[in-house]
């Protein structure tokens, strides 16, 4: 059974930083692109970040690009995504989100619980 | 950036009902095209890929269709554990964009 379980998110100040991980397990992590997708409060889904599965090549949205850095480890099976300079709106459930298969385009099939990024003085 | 304009934003219906939402892209992008349920408090669930075809375990009463830039969700027969918002993306290029969401309620 596929599993992506979010820890570390909480409540920082803007100009703070925040490392979100997600843990992969049911599947060959290395063998699929992961994704980070964060929902605003009573807002719709944006796309924030994506990285390739052998983690060679990254992708982000332009609202988060040059602040926010996206990793994985295939030998832990974790995703992490560090937030530097933090923004009152980067506030989010931020979920992270596995590809349906390998290669582009692509859709996700499968998503974590969420984790809370709280960014306030 | 590919913007989706999804309508209604918000639609009643009752059980029994066949509901319907439209997604337009902003630009053509064939059939890369999915739809999600997301209930409150809960992480988006895949609905249909590829604008029509049904993810595993899916129900049948839920189908997709369109192509290039205007595509539908249908649900033909609106059960109670349905009542939900609904999200279309494209997957046809990055930034992976998301409709702003349907929310579909109890009338």
């Known amino acids: 059974e596929v599993q992506l379980l979010e820890s570390g998110g909480g409540l920082v100040q803007p100009g703070g930083s925040l490392r979100l991980s997600c843990a992969a397990s049911g599947f060959t992590f290395s063998s699929y692109a992961m994704s980070w997708v964060r929902q605003g409060p009573g807002k719709g889904l944006e796309w924030v970040s994506a990285?390739?599965?052998?983690?060679?090549?990254?992708y982000y949205a332009d609202s988060v690009k040059g602040r926010f850095t996206l990793s994985r480890d295939s030998s832990k099976n974790t995703l992490y995504l560090q937030m530097n300079s933090l923004r009152a709106e980067d506030t989010a459930v931020y979920f992270c989100a596995k590809d349906q298969r390998k290669g582009a385009p692509n859709y996700f099939d499968y998503w974590g619980q969420g984790t809370l990024v709280t960014v306030s003085s | 950036d590919i913007q989706m304009t999804q309508s209604p934003s918000s639609v009643s219906a009752f059980v029994g009902d066949r509901v319907t939402i439209t997604c337009r892209a902003g630009q053509g992008i064939s059939s890369w095209l999915a739809w999600y349920q997301q209930k409150p408090g809960k992480a988006p669930n895949l609905l249909i890929y590829a604008a029509s075809t049904l993810q595993s375990g899916v129900p049948s009463r839920f189908s997709g269709s369109g192509s290039g830039t205007d595509f539908t969700l249908t649900i033909s027969s609106l059960q109670p554990e349905d009542f939900a918002t609904y999200y279309c993306q494209q997957a046809y290029s990055l930034p992976r964009t998301f409709g702003q969401g349907t929310k579909v309620e109890i009338k």
């Open positions: 990285i390739s599965g052998s983690g060679d090549s990254t």
